[in-house]
């Protein structure tokens, strides 16, 4: 399943979206715009 499409992140909340994946795609989103500062 692809889970990052043109409109955002996709998926199911509980299977592809767990809140582990979630965090660390939201801690990698926030280095990435940390870096860009």
Same mark, same amino acid.
């Given at each position: 399943m692809? *889970?990052?499409g043109s409109s955002g992140t996709r998926? &199911?909340?509980g299977e592809q *979206? $767990?809140?582990e994946f979630v *965090?660390? &795609?939201?801690k990698a989103a926030? $280095? &990435?715009w940390e870096a860009e500062r």
């Open positions: 692809k *889970l990052f998926g &199911v909340a *979206l $767990t809140p *965090l660390r &795609v939201a926030g $280095t &990435v």
